[in-house]
């Protein structure tokens, strides 16, 4: 008989254990007659699991409650032993990204959704705390994969399952929008890679979740009104109570208001004598115009170049590519995180060649004499070679056009996607 899961189908817990069983080719039975709203915790359910929540597995006298455990109970089951590496170097590697995926991101999301949704009393430094601590777990993921199709070794684990099941319930809350997934556009990769296996894709709604798209504005609790009281004749006025001393997180929201912001830093670009040449205005050319019959020669009449630069930029790493879509998926990140000199940079790179033979190259104009400045905001811009561009050089000008036009071959590769930092 085929061990059975209880729990509420849609939840992303559930789905942590239905991914891992069809990924170990393990039949399971699922009972979805619970609801949120059913009284469920009866006295024989919480005889077999006294914890009393789901889901729990049972298998013959086994009764499993926690999710983590369960799905590794059931991938040890299968034969598919690569969800479950054998090395135990390998499966240590594994239990360490369940435990964060539960312990650092689950564990947060609940919280300020929770406090967002007035389940427990709102507290703003409560709330901003728990959002800042998960951002630094989800940043210091999102470096980690940079390089990375999956956490551990080089096929999908329930290092990936226990993860992605915890990023899609983050990625459906009220918390989480879509400019909050912009910043982490490796994570969103690798949900997006796990969601559309085949043998995953309608456990994950098909492989297309509706995730949140706007963050819906805080809305506090509405205070209840007082009931209406009979007219009496009118008293004279009691003395005023005096005010009850303000909680310690009042004080401390008042007192966050009532601190001036630190005066923006002043970036050093700003400083560059004033220039002709608009770079907003050249992204509205590019953007609206036929690349090389009418954006290229608008450039080349209005270009600046002793207040500006051009650069051809290559990935240092294009042996480890693989899938072009990954790779086209790496310039995007490249370019969120360069957010912070939008104003200073203009970009066009793209991914040519195919799969497990491609190239990541393009062009770049910067602010100023040179490229550093407006790069190193983005932590993996070592991770590119910079090399000036000469428009006086044929071999430096076909680069540039080509690198803004997308239609000729570059280093014998043909362009298959691209991206614009704009």
């Given at each position: 008989?085929?061990?059975?899961?209880?729990?509420?189908?849609?939840n992303?817990?559930?789905r942590?254990?239905?991914?891992?069983?069809?990924m170990?080719?393990?039949?399971?039975?699922?009972?979805?007659?619970?609801?949120?709203?059913s009284?469920?915790?009866?006295?024989?359910?919480?005889?077999?699991?006294?914890?009393?929540?789901?889901?729990v597995?049972e298998?013959?006298?086994l009764?499993l409650?926690?999710?983590?455990?369960?799905?590794?109970?059931?991938?040890?089951?299968?034969?598919?032993?690569?969800?479950?590496p054998?090395?135990p170097?390998?499966?240590?590697?594994?239990?360490?990204?369940?435990?964060?995926?539960?312990?650092?991101?689950?564990?947060?999301?609940?919280?300020?959704?929770?406090?967002?949704?007035?389940?427990?009393?709102?507290?703003?430094a409560?709330?901003?705390?728990?959002?800042?601590?998960?951002?630094?777990?989800?940043?210091?993921?999102?470096?980690?994969?940079?390089?990375r199709?999956?956490?551990?070794g080089?096929?999908?684990?329930?290092?990936d399952?226990?993860?992605?099941?915890?990023?899609?319930?983050?990625?459906?809350?009220?918390?989480?929008?879509a400019?909050?997934r912009?910043?982490?556009?490796?994570?969103?990769?690798l949900?997006e890679t796990?969601?559309?296996?085949?043998?995953?894709a309608?456990?994950?709604?098909?492989?297309?979740?509706q995730?949140?798209?706007?963050?819906?504005?805080?809305?506090?609790?509405?205070k209840?009104?007082p009931a209406?009281a009979?007219?009496?004749?009118?008293?004279?006025?009691?003395?005023k109570?005096?005010?009850?001393?303000?909680?310690?997180?009042?004080?401390?929201?008042?007192?966050?208001d009532?601190?001036p912001?630190e005066?923006?830093?002043?970036n050093?670009l700003?400083?560059l004598?004033k220039?002709?040449f608009?770079l907003?205005e050249?992204?509205?050319?590019?953007s609206?115009?036929?690349?090389?019959?009418e954006?290229l020669?608008?450039?080349?009449?209005?270009?600046?170049?002793?207040g500006?630069s051009?650069?051809?930029v290559?990935?240092?790493?294009n042996?480890?590519?693989?899938?072009?879509?990954?790779?086209?998926n790496?310039?995007?990140?490249f370019f969120?995180?360069?957010e912070?000199?939008r104003?200073y940079?203009?970009?066009?790179?793209?991914?040519?060649?195919?799969t497990n033979?491609?190239?990541?190259?393009?062009?770049?104009?910067?602010?100023g004499?040179?490229?550093?400045p407006?790069m190193?905001?983005?932590?993996?811009?070592?991770?590119?070679?910079?090399k000036k561009?000469?428009?006086?050089?044929p071999?430096d000008?076909?680069?540039?056009?080509?690198?803004?036009?997308?239609?000729?071959?570059?280093d014998?590769?043909?362009?298959v996607?691209g991206k614009?930092?704009?």
């Open positions: 008989m085929a061990p059975t899961l209880t729990g509420f189908p849609g992303s817990r559930v942590r254990v239905l991914a891992a069983a069809a170990a080719d393990v039949e399971l039975e699922h009972d979805k007659s619970f609801t949120f709203k009284d469920w915790r009866t006295e024989a359910f919480l005889r077999d699991h006294p914890m009393g929540y789901l889901p597995l298998d013959g006298e009764k409650s926690e999710s983590a455990a369960i799905a590794e109970y059931v991938a040890s089951l299968g034969a598919n032993q690569t969800i479950l054998a090395d170097k390998q499966r240590a590697l594994v239990k360490q990204w369940m435990c964060t995926a539960d312990q650092e991101i689950m564990i947060p999301t609940a919280l300020t959704g929770y406090i967002f949704n007035n389940t427990v009393p709102y507290s703003k409560t709330f901003n705390g728990l959002m800042e601590r998960l951002w630094k777990r989800l940043n210091s993921i999102e470096a980690y994969m940079l390089h199709t999956f956490l551990v080089e096929r999908l684990t329930l290092a399952i226990t993860i992605v099941t915890s990023l899609t319930n983050l990625f459906t809350s009220s918390i989480f929008d400019s909050s912009a910043k982490v556009p490796n994570l969103v990769r949900v796990v969601i559309r296996h085949p043998k995953l309608l456990i994950f709604d098909n492989g297309n979740p995730w949140t798209e706007v963050c819906p504005p805080y809305q506090a609790p509405a209840e009104k209406a009979e007219k009496a004749p009118k008293a004279e006025a009691a003395p109570a005096p005010k009850a001393p303000k909680k310690k997180e009042e004080e401390e929201e008042e007192e966050e009532l601190v912001a005066p923006k830093a002043k050093p700003d400083d004598p220039s002709a608009n907003e050249w992204k509205r050319q590019y609206n115009l036929d690349t090389r019959k954006a020669p608008w450039f080349y009449e209005k270009f600046d170049k002793e500006f051009i650069w051809r290559d990935f240092k790493y042996d480890e590519l693989t899938q072009t879509f990954m790779s086209n790496l310039i995007g990140g969120n995180r360069l912070a000199s104003k940079l203009f970009g066009s790179m793209g991914v040519l060649g195919k033979d491609s190239i990541v190259t393009g062009t770049v104009i910067c602010r004499p040179d490229y550093k407006v190193d905001v983005a932590p993996d811009w070592e991770s590119y070679e910079y561009i000469d428009l006086e050089n071999e000008k076909a680069f540039f056009e080509a690198a803004l036009a997308w239609d000729l071959e570059i014998g590769k043909a362009w996607d614009n930092f704009k």
